[in-house]
């Protein structure tokens, strides 16, 4: 089963492609056991939200892409990652 991390304080510019590389690249996970990559977007202009989700193979490679990537500068950000949290089960859609 796979462990997926939070990757924020991306630069709007990054794709889930660059995303999916720069794991592969940059940390000691092998590229191969980047399993999937996705920069969160807004629902109605496209646009990032500056943040994204990576799923790794192993809780281990997990833990060893947190060590190499947590507070490393790309693309003029400095990146936050950690271990996602849990969807909640059900979502409420705020009135508006």
């Known amino acids: 089963m796979s ?11 990054m794709t889930d492609a660059a995303l999916h590389e720069l794991v592969g690249r940059l940390t000691s996970v092998s590229p191969e056991h ?15 939200r500056g943040f994204g989700f990576v799923d790794v ?13 947590d507070g490393t500068e790309v693309m003029g950000r400095t ?9 909640a089960q059900t979502r409420t859609r705020r009135a508006g």
Not at 4 to 10: C, D, F, V, W
Not at 34 to 40: P, T
Request: proline share 2%.
């Open 79 to 87: 990146l936050r990652v950690q271990l996602a949290k849990p969807q």
């Open 34 to 48: 980047v399993e999937r990559a996705e920069i969160i977007r807004d629902r109605e202009t496209g646009r990032s």
């Open 3 to 13: 462990t997926r991390l939070y990757i924020g304080n991306l630069s709007f510019a």
């Open 57 to 69: 193979q192993t809780a281990e490679e997990a833990q060893r892409a947190i060590a190499d990537l």
